[in-house]
C-alpha cells in the first residue's frame, strides 16, 4: 500500500487559536475566502480526520472521515470511522479504511489533540495555515503547550519551514504553506 500524504489544514487568529472555546465553529468568524478554499480542498481529499468534537460540530453524513475518539466506536456510517488512535500509527488508520477507499492524500482537520498526535509520529507532510486578522485573547492552541502567539511561529518551532506564502484578501487575511524543514 502507497503511504498516504498526511495535510494539516488548520485557521488561526493571529494570536495563534484555532477556537475561542471548544464548539465555536471556523465558519462563524473566518474569512469567505478561506471557507471556499477549505470546502475546496476537503471535497478534493481522500479522507479526512479529526476529533470527536471536531466532528460533531459539523456534522456531514456524506464525508470520508476518521474520527478520534478514546471510546473507540467503529464504523458508524459506510464513510465514518470512529476510533481510539493509541497504539496505532498514522499508516495504520490508511490500512483500517482501505476497503471503503484508498488514503492516498488524507487531511488532517484538529483540533488540538489530533494536531499533536500527527505531530508527535511526525506525519505531517504539509500544512495549509490560514491566518486571520482577529485575536481571540483565549482559546484553543494549534498544539498543546503552544507558548508562540504568532501562529507560523508555532510551526517553525516544531521543525517546519514556510514554502509559500500569499494574501487571500484586503482584509488582511494570510494563507502559509509549510512543510517539514528536513525536506
Ligand atoms: N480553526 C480550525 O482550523 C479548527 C480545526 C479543528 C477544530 N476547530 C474547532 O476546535 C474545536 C474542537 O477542538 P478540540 O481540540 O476541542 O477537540 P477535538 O480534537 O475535535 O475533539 C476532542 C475529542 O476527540 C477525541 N480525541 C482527540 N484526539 C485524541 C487522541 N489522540 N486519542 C483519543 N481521542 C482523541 C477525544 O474524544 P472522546 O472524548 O470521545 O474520547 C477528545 O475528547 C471546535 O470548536 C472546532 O470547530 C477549529
Known amino acids: 500500500m502507497t503511504r498516504p500524504t498526511f495535510t494539516l489544514v488548520v485557521v ?14 471556523p465558519a462563524g468568524w473566518a474569512s469567505a475566502e478561506e471557507q471556499a478554499l477549505f470546502l475546496d480542498r476537503v471535497a478534493a481529499a481522500d479522507w479526512a480526520v479529526m476529533g470527536r468534537l471536531t466532528h460533531q460540530a459539523a456534522d456531514r453524513p456524506d464525508r470520508r472521515r476518521v474520527v478520534f475518539s478514546g471510546r473507540g466506536g467503529g464504523w ?16 495504520a488508520l490508511a490500512a ?10 488524507a487531511l488532517i482537520l484538529g483540533g488540538t489533540r489530533v494536531h499533536d498526535w500527527f505531530l508527535a509520529h511526525g506525519r505531517i507532510d504539509a500544512v495549509s495555515l490560514t491566518v486571520e486578522p482577529v485575536r481571540f485573547g483565549a482559546g ?8 508562540e502567539r504568532d501562529p ?11 514554502a509559500a506564502a500569499r494574501r487571500l484578501n484586503m482584509a488582511g487575511t494570510r494563507l502559509v504553506e509549510l ?5
Do not use: C, Y
Open 179 to 183: 512543510v517539514p524543514a528536513r525536506t
Open 76 to 91: 458508524r456510517r459506510p464513510g465514518q470511522l470512529w476510533l481510539d488512535p493509541a497504539g496505532l500509527d498514522p499508516d
Open 12 to 25: 488561526a487568529s493571529a494570536d495563534g487559536f484555532i477556537a475561542r472555546r471548544s464548539g465555536d465553529n
Open 140 to 147: 484553543l492552541p494549534i498544539f498543546s503547550g503552544q507558548q
Open 96 to 105: 483500517r479504511v482501505a476497503k471503503v477507499h484508498p488514503m492516498r492524500d
Open 152 to 162: 507560523v511561529e508555532a510551526f517553525l518551532a516544531r521543525g517546519f519551514r514556510v
